[in-house]
């Protein structure tokens, strides 16, 4: 079964000290990371961004839950210094679209495709935040027919308002089908 590892959003806004969106501890997660995506495991690694405009709508000036974060071109949104880019076999960036959540890495078509090319029938998720976009990407993927693990030791999550718990999250995903590690 060739697999994919999909490293969901380490990005300098999503991890301390200085992320407008910090995850808490969401930079300890580089090494386990880096360990994974510099393995012979997998047939494709995929490093996704949040890439949002300016207004997008989940941020709370704009009526939604998060502060703002990830704005497209900006320190922020680059991905973290410490993922060891050479790893990384392609970059995708999602979230661009102001009026959709962008919460899920399969919002993008090109994600599917690329996969399906590939022949690739698993992926294996690990990243930010395990309650938010590691589950959105987990559903679509379960949903899509792939057999999904999600690596909760090199994940992270973060607890707000409104936001599906990331214990709830967890057993949400293994009752879907998802493979927890
Ligand atoms: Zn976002």
Not at 129 to 145: F, P, Q, S, W, Y
Request: net charge negative; glycine share 12%; aromatic share 6%.
């Amino acid at each position: 079964m060739p697999e994919a590892l999909i490293i969901v959003d380490f990005q300098n806004d999503f991890t301390p000290p200085a992320g407008a969106l910090a995850v808490p501890e969401g930079d300890e997660i580089a090494g386990r990371l880096n360990e994974l995506a510099g393995s012979d495991g997998f047939e494709l690694v995929v490093a996704t961004r949040d890439w949002h405009p300016p207004d997008h709508s989940s941020f709370a000036e704009q009526g939604g839950p998060w502060p703002v974060h990830c704005v497209q071109g900006t320190e922020g949104a680059e991905l973290h210094p410490a993922l060891e880019r050479e790893h990384v076999d392609v970059v995708l960036d999602k979230g661009q679209d102001r009026e959709t959540e962008g919460y899920s890495a399969f919002e993008r078509p090109d994600l599917g495709r690329l996969l399906s090319e590939r022949g690739i029938d698993s992926v294996y998720l690990a990243g930010l935040a395990t309650n938010i976009c590691v589950r959105g990407t987990a559903l679509d993927a379960l949903a899509e027919g792939y057999s999904v693990t999600v690596d909760t030791g090199a994940s992270r999550g973060v607890d707000a308002e409104g936001i599906v718990p990331t214990a709830e999250a967890v057993s949400e995903l293994s009752q879907a089908g998802a493979t927890v590690l």
